[in-house]
């Protein structure tokens, strides 16, 4: 027996209930996880709300793709040597119902584990494969971001906004971030923004960005919104910029600025984290440049909050009340996985 | 003096008068054209009716940008030797007041000749540029159309369309045409297309690409008509897809359809000719790949229509009226361009 968050029916975050749960058997390339830490992703409130279609989910269900633990049993055809691992979880699960990772012991797929993310404690580790594999993959991979260049990174506050401002200043581009909080700036600017736009009901923020580029215009954009935006973003864009959006957090019309568009060669492309994870080689690559620059220091998670696991509903609602700025985490194993003021810094 | 087409107000075809009009002495790098034939474009009806803004203009205005010609004069610092060669225009030209070719002489900046496209004749060679370059940008260099892919070509019937589907086929792609026109069918599918979509008020386009590519969907899109059927161009898009606008037929509103681009990755991406003609290397590339295309017959222009200087007005009627399948060419010097039932092909 083990406690674990299950939900019954959509709706806020009082539908999450913590319950004592039967260990299920493990099914062949499974292992089971005691967990350390949890991460807390937008989509998983979209999940629990039924704004975002569960695939395949029958009810109740189990919550949560992101975390850290250590390997306690391994199915018969799965390496032994992975008991007492220290590992961490790639999001890369469509079946929560299954593999949720919200609790004190989760079954995960063996091709969602991931090495452990050194010198992270437990609190940091869980808050890097969702926000960097996120902003790699426009940046890096997609994008191809070369020195000098300009990125705008709208909504920037969010864990991927951080982790966005971070790869940017790795490959020496300068970011322009965009909150609506005035004041998260000053938090902007000191976690790598170079410029911070606050938008405002009459904050035209083509207008703010090419004044910061000298009328250049952005390279590339990452964008969680949509909606009636995009226009702006054209605006905002240089010729043959690519305006990448990743989530639709304005879920009302977006008119296709067709003119802009065509005069600048722009590209508005769709992207989610599936690119990454479901391609062998790609997220191998993208695993390893990550590894690499959390290792050297120059990608440090930022943590806003650190919830316990009796907390799960509270946790959820500080997520959708907007005010954080970077990675919540829920903290499982009070030993193990450090403070509840964490940082996620190295120790 | 020769005579030349000019406008002096933007409105209906009628606007544009033949005209004698005295030569223009030669300014540095530029050199004189007696005009063989010249081609219609679209973007001139739009020149001619104000719906594209003419950057620069003054009245009265000459227009056109594809020709070919004899080089009668050269400037004091082009090369001599040009004088008395068969040379083609490319569509580079942003001035068409001082620049444009309808007429019987012209006067072009060196930048903008291209070799003559053997073994056309000039009928065929004043059919190439504009119509092989806009299709070879998406489908070769930015699109990288791979054999074994489907290729969906709306408004196929234009000399791009024609173009498109050549290129498709010379690629081992497989093109889907539609047409508003059920009577160009047939034809579409002789010039190339593999299926033909003949849209009506209640076709679905993307119902019929998912039945035709077995619910793969379309790697490419070409599309020069935006509006609102952008979320059926993005329903018929394969995972990965990328949607190419070249042009805005439709001018209403264009919803951006957020959620498949999201969930299917896909790109909309703008996309006109001067990307390719603006870029030395790159140009210098797509001619090399479209001259060997036509010197072997693997590209073929189809001539829809020739017509005499002096039925220039009845010439930009008859484009307007979208009863074209190719090519629309006026031809200027009777005796060198060839009968007026040219087809282009070789001699």
Request: aromatic share 6%; net charge negative; glycine share 10%.
């Amino acid at each position: 027996m083990s406690r674990a968050v299950r939900f019954y029916e959509t709706g806020g975050p009082e539908v999450l209930r913590l319950e004592d749960l039967a260990d299920d058997a493990l099914r062949d390339g499974e292992v089971r996880l005691r967990i350390l830490a949890f991460g807390l992703n937008r989509s998983e409130c979209q999940l629990r709300d039924g704004s975002y279609p569960m695939m395949g989910a029958r009810f109740p269900t189990r919550l949560g793709r992101e975390a850290c633990g250590i390997v306690e049993e391994v199915a018969a055809n799965a390496p032994a040597d992975l008991v007492g691992r220290r590992v961490t979880t790639i999001p890369k699960v469509v079946d929560v119902q299954r593999y949720g990772v919200y609790g004190e012991r989760a079954i995960v797929p063996l091709a969602a584990l991931a090495p452990w993310p050194e010198p992270l404690d437990p609190i940091g580790a869980t808050a890097v494969w969702q926000q960097y594999l996120t902003a790699y993959g426009p940046l890096v991979e997609l994008g191809r971001l070369e020195a000098g260049q300009w990125v705008l990174v709208t909504a920037a506050a969010s864990s991927v906004g951080h982790a966005a401002l971070q790869i940017v200043n790795a490959l020496g581009g300068q970011a322009i971030a965009t909150t609506r909080d005035a004041a998260k700036a000053a938090h902007l600017r000191a976690a790598g923004a170079a410029h911070v736009i606050v938008v405002g009901a009459d904050t035209d923020i083509a207008a703010e960005a090419m004044k910061i580029t000298g009328d250049a215009g952005v390279s590339l954009v990452l964008d969680p919104v949509a909606g009636p935006g995009l226009e702006r973003l054209a605006a905002a864009a240089a010729p043959g910029a690519t305006i990448f959006l990743y989530g639709q957090l304005d879920p009302t019309p977006a008119p296709f600025p067709v003119v802009p568009v065509l005069r600048k060669g722009l590209a508005f492309r769709g992207y989610t984290l599936w690119e990454i994870v479901l391609d062998e080689a790609l997220l191998a690559r993208a695993q390893d440049w990550i590894l690499t620059r959390i290792a050297d220091g120059t990608l440090r998670p930022k943590i806003d909050r650190v919830f316990e696991l009796d907390e799960i509903v509270e946790a959820h609602r500080y997520m959708e009340s907007n005010r954080q700025m970077g990675k919540i985490v829920v903290r499982v194993d009070r030993d193990a996985a450090g403070a509840r003021n964490a940082t996620g810094e190295r120790p």
